[in-house]
C-alpha cells in the first residue's frame, strides 16, 4: 500500500481541510538528526513543531534535550505546562512577559533569553527584575566576502567579533539581576540554504563555494568569541546550527549544542541538502470540489504561503497523487486553488490531494490539530498551539 492509500484509509473518517503528521516519519527524522549531531544535544526549535504533544513526543527520545522558543509568552506558557530549559532565541521587548518572568522564580530558573545590545540590557535593567534573568548573547554567523560587500546570512545580531562581545559580556556582568548563560550563532547561509538546489548546477556550485569558506571562517571565529565570553561568564551552553548544518556544527570543540526543528517535519524548502534525505512528516489534505477540465481539478482553499523572501520557492507543493503542478496563472489561491497534470484526469469530486507546506511550523497557524498517523489508523489528535488558543505571533 502506497502512503497516499494509507493516509486516506487512517483519515476517511474526517473532512478536509485538515493536517497529519505520519509518525513513522517522524521518528526515522528524528533518529537521523540524532545520528547527525552525533552525542551533542538537539535544542528543538518550537516554532517548527508549534504543537505541544509533538514537542513532547520528539523531547522524550534520546538525543533530544530542551526547547528553542521564538517569544517570551510562548516560553512562559510552556514552562507552566511542565516544559524545561527553553532559550527564548529572539529579543523581546514584551514588557508584560518581562515582569512575569522576574516575579516567577521557576520562568526565571527555566527560561533564557536573547540579546544582541546595551541596548537590551538598559531595557531589562530598567525592570528592577526581582528574581535573576538568564542572558543569552547572539552572535552575528553570517558571511562576509569581498571586504563586506558581499554578505549571506541572517541579519540577525550586530555583535562579531570576539571583542565586541567580550565588551558586551563585561557589561552583563556589571549589571546586578542580568547573568550571561548562553551564547548563540545560527548560521543560516548553511543550516538553512539547500546545497543541492535542482536545475542550475551553477549555482551549487557557488552555493557548496560559500558554505566551506562560510564554514572554515565561522570556526575560527565562533571559539575566538566563545574563548573571549568565558573571561566573563561560566556559560552553561554554546548553541549553533539548524537543521541543514547538524553534522558541520557539532564538529566545533566550542559548540555545545545544535538547534533543530524543520528536519522533523520535513517540509519542502529542505530537499536540496547533499547530506541528508529527509521523509515528509507533515502534510495537509484539501478535498477537490471542481473539475474545469479533463486535466485540470481545483481543490478548496490551498494559498497557505510560507514566510521569507516571495517566490515560487514559498508555495506549498502538491504532493499525493504525485505530478500535479499549480496553474502558472493562479498558483495557491486564498479559498480555491486549480491544479493541472495528467493525474488529476484520475481524481474525482471529493477525493483528496495533500500537500507539503514549504516550511516546517506554519502549517500549525492554518490547522487546530494534527492528526497523528501511524500505520493505517489516526493514534492521537495533537493540537496544535492554535487549537489551544495560543497565537504568539
Not at 516554532?47 to 534520546?62: D, M, Y
Not at 521569507?308 to 507543493?317: D, E, V
Request: charged share 25%.
Amino acid at each position: 500500500m502506497d502512503d497516499r492509500q494509507r493516509y486516506d484509509r487512517a483519515t476517511a473518517a474526517l473532512e478536509p481541510p485538515f493536517a497529519i503528521v505520519d509518525l513513522a516519519a517522524l521518528r526515522a527524522n528524528a533518529a537521523d538528526l540524532v545520528r547527525r549531531a552525533a552525542g551533542k544535544p538537539i535544542r528543538v526549535a518550537s516554532k517548527s513543531i508549534r504543537s505541544r504533544a509533538v514537542l513532547e513526543r520528539v523531547l522524550a527520545t534520546e538525543g533530544f534535550q530542551g526547547i528553542m522558543a521564538f517569544t517570551l509568552p510562548e516560553a512562559l506558557w510552556l514552562v507552566e505546562q511542565g516544559f524545561t530549559d527553553v532559550l527564548v532565541a529572539y529579543p523581546t521587548v514584551d514588557r508584560a512577559a518581562l515582569r512575569r518572568l522576574t516575579e516567577d522564580p521557576r520562568a526565571a530558573r527555566e527560561i533564557a533569553i536573547t540579546i544582541d545590545s546595551a541596548e537590551h540590557l538598559d531595557f531589562l535593567t530598567e525592570l528592577g527584575p526581582k528574581h535573576e534573568i538568564r542572558i543569552c548573547l547572539d552572535i552575528d554567523a553570517g558571511f562576509l566576502a569581498f571586504g563586506g560587500r558581499f554578505r549571506a546570512g541572517a541579519l540577525r545580531s550586530p555583535v562579531r567579533t570576539p571583542d565586541e562581545a567580550a565588551d558586551l559580556a563585561a557589561d552583563i556582568a556589571k549589571r546586578p539581576g542580568l547573568r550571561l548563560v548562553g551564547l548563540l550563532a545560527y548560521e543560516a547561509q548553511i543550516a538553512g540554504v539547500g546545497d543541492n538546489p535542482q536545475g542550475n548546477a551553477a549555482f551549487a556550485r557557488v552555493v557548496r563555494v560559500m558554505q566551506a569558506r562560510s564554514q572554515r571562517e565561522l570556526i575560527l571565529r565562533r571559539g575566538r568569541i566563545v574563548n573571549a565570553v568565558r573571561h566573563f561568564a561560566d556559560l552553561e551552553f554554546v548553541n549553533g546550527g539548524g537543521t541543514g548544518s547538524v553534522e558541520k556544527t557539532v564538529r566545533e570543540k566550542a559548540v555545545t549544542e545544535v538547534a533543530a526543528g524543520s528536519g522533523l517535519f520535513h517540509p519542502r524548502l529542505f530537499d536540496h541538502y547533499r547530506s541528508f534525505t529527509g521523509r515528509p512528516a507533515a502534510l495537509f489534505a484539501l478535498p477537490v470540489v471542481r473539475r474545469p477540465g479533463p486535466d485540470c481539478v481545483t481543490v478548496l482553499g490551498g494559498g497557505y504561503i510560507a514566510s521569507g523572501s516571495p517566490g515560487a520557492s514559498r508555495l506549498p507543493q502538491p504532493y499525493l497523487p504525485a505530478g500535479l503542478r499549480f496553474s502558472p496563472d493562479e498558483g495557491a489561491g486564498e479559498v480555491q486553488t486549480p491544479l493541472i497534470g495528467q493525474p488529476a484526469q484520475d481524481l474525482a469530486i471529493g477525493d483528496r490531494v495533500w500537500f507539503r507546506h514549504a516550511k516546517s511550523g506554519e502549517l500549525c497557524e492554518r490547522f487546530d490539530t494534527l492528526h497523528l498517523v501511524d500505520g493505517e489508523e489516526i493514534v492521537e489528535r495533537a493540537p496544535t498551539y492554535r487549537g489551544e488558543g495560543q497565537t504568539f505571533l
